[in-house]
């Protein structure tokens, strides 16, 4: 059972919204693993604007809150590939732990947290220098990084290790690791902050 979902991202594809000042209208961004791309979406009219060529294996992605970046996990080479909306070409590449799956910007945009999961850690990416800044050891597995409305917290799903780590984004440590349920794959928080809802693969 573990052996097929190692790696998630095989068999979802994953997409994200942009939108920025050069577009009138948001325009999706989606990861295509099998293809070492991602395409770009108008959702005015749902059409393929371009494919941008990436890492190889890409998985998660992300974008910046301001909208002037998105930011692509490739867990074949280890890569996240910071791609620039405003003309839709790959800026930089920035190497990180083994098997990046998933990533999140938080919500000030000055960090990006990047899933390693064959690495059991994440990556921290200061995107003042697009360089990584540190990297915290977290659970078994992990799969997914979510923010506190506050960007105080970075809640972390440990597939195979059944737990949560919470994560200061001051000190960038874990203070906290909790049980959640079978294969802890996703984690959500409320805008109010007070909860964090954990989507469990295997229960």
Do not use: E
């Not at 890569?79 to 620039?84: E, L």
């Not at 590449?93 to 919500?107: E, F, S």
């Not at 992990?142 to 917290?153: A, K, Q």
């Not at 874990?174 to 295997?202: K, R, W």
Request: hydrophobic content about 40%.
């Amino acid at each position: 059972m573990y052996k097929t979902t190692f790696h998630i991202c095989l068999t979802f594809t994953a997409l994200t919204l942009a939108s920025t000042a050069a577009f009138s209208q948001p325009y999706a961004y989606v990861t295509n693993i099998a293809g070492n791309n991602v395409s770009v979406v108008n959702t005015a009219n749902d059409a393929i604007v371009t494919s941008v060529a990436v890492g190889t294996g890409p998985c998660g992605v992300a974008v910046s809150p301001d909208g002037s970046h998105v930011y692509v996990a490739s867990q074949t080479t280890n890569t996240v590939s910071v791609i620039t909306t405003s003309n839709n070409s790959v800026w930089k590449t920035i190497n990180v732990g083994t098997t990046p799956t998933r990533l999140a910007a938080n919500p000030n945009g000055s960090q990006v947290f990047v899933v390693d999961q064959a690495s059991n850690q994440v990556s921290v990416i200061s995107t003042s220098s697009f360089t990584v800044t540190a990297t915290i050891g977290v659970g078994y597995r992990p799969s997914n990084v979510g923010f506190s409305p506050d960007g105080t917290r970075a809640y972390v799903t440990n597939l195979y290790g059944g737990t949560v780590s919470v994560i200061n984004t001051s000190s960038l440590s874990v203070i906290n690791t909790f049980t959640a349920g079978s294969g802890p794959a996703a984690v959500v928080v409320t805008p109010s902050g007070l909860h964090a809802y954990v989507a469990n693969q295997y229960a």
